[in-house]
């Protein structure tokens, strides 16, 4: 795990969009793998300039997302596809045809988990996955367990992550259900970028780098790939 500390959120996207640009340029079909909440934010704004002042082509990208919502139709100002439609995909020039999400209005959600993983494999796989890191050491969503998964799957949210997220929801109470990849299925990419910042994040990242492989850290088990770069600002990194 390649652990890089940088002094703002700013200097953390400069470095982390550059990847993503020069991967995209090198392989403009390239498969990335993408995150919601606040620590791809500014990450995301720089693909935007970059986009607009023509220096990049996200035409022929295909994306998947690590997890959404249950219970939410993807028109929802809280979905997570609005999140990605409004902070990325759509000021950025995706094309929505190559846009992958677990649909967390499903019926039969094992059919779309199975279906999802089948799609990651048929693009070929994941190029780049980015990730942020939630409070209680979650990557997706995937919430401090007995086991580690392997593919998507339906969760029930932490309550750490259901207090972390309702600053989203004007009723301050998220969806207590949401799908999610797996553990395994994130470990499959081929590079994972994870962004961490500030004070609240810098127990899981400790755990993350210096705690046994656990799933009660699902975080812990980015040690067992090998290429994760970690971007942290000097707040996240205290405990390293
Ligand atoms: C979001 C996701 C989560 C977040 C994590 C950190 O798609 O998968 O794991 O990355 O909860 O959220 P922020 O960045 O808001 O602190």
């Known amino acids: 795990?390649?652990?890089?500390?940088?002094?703002?959120?700013?200097?953390?996207?400069?470095?982390v969009s550059a990847i993503l640009l020069s991967q995209v340029r090198a392989k403009p079909d390239s498969v990335l793998g993408f995150a919601t909440g606040s620590s791809p934010i500014e990450t995301y704004r720089l693909l935007i300039e970059a986009h607009r002042a023509g220096e990049a082509d996200f035409s022929r990208v295909t994306t998947f997302n690590l997890d959404e919502y249950c219970s939410l139709p993807q028109d929802d100002p809280h979905s997570y596809y609005a999140f990605m439609k409004t902070q990325l995909f759509a000021p950025a020039?995706?094309?929505?045809?190559?846009?992958?999400?677990?649909?967390?209005?499903?019926?039969?959600?094992?059919?779309?988990?199975?279906?999802?993983?089948a799609e990651i494999a048929q693009c070929g796989?994941?190029?780049?996955?980015?990730?942020?890191?939630?409070?209680?050491?979650?990557?997706?969503?995937?919430?401090?367990?007995?086991?580690?998964?392997d593919g998507p799957f339906m969760v029930e949210l932490a309550q750490s992550t259901l207090d972390a997220n309702a600053r989203f929801f004007e009723n301050g109470t998220p969806p207590r259900f949401a799908l999610t990849m797996g553990v395994g299925d994130i470990l499959a990419a081929k590079k994972i970028l994870l962004i961490a910042t500030g004070d609240s994040k810098a127990k899981a990242i400790s755990a993350m780098v210096h705690g046994p492989v656990t799933p009660q850290c699902p975080a812990s088990a980015l040690q067992n790939h090998p290429d994760v770069t970690v971007f942290l600002d000097r707040a996240a990194a205290r405990l390293l």
């Open 93 to 117: 020039g995706f094309d929505y045809g190559r846009v992958h999400f677990l649909s967390g209005l499903a019926e039969d959600h094992e059919a779309i988990c199975r279906a999802y993983r």
């Open 125 to 149: 796989g994941i190029d780049v996955q980015l990730l942020g890191i939630g409070r209680n050491g979650h990557i997706g969503f995937n919430e401090p367990s007995d086991r580690f998964s």
């Open 1 to 15: 795990m390649q652990i890089v500390v940088l002094d703002s959120a700013r200097d953390i996207a400069r470095q």
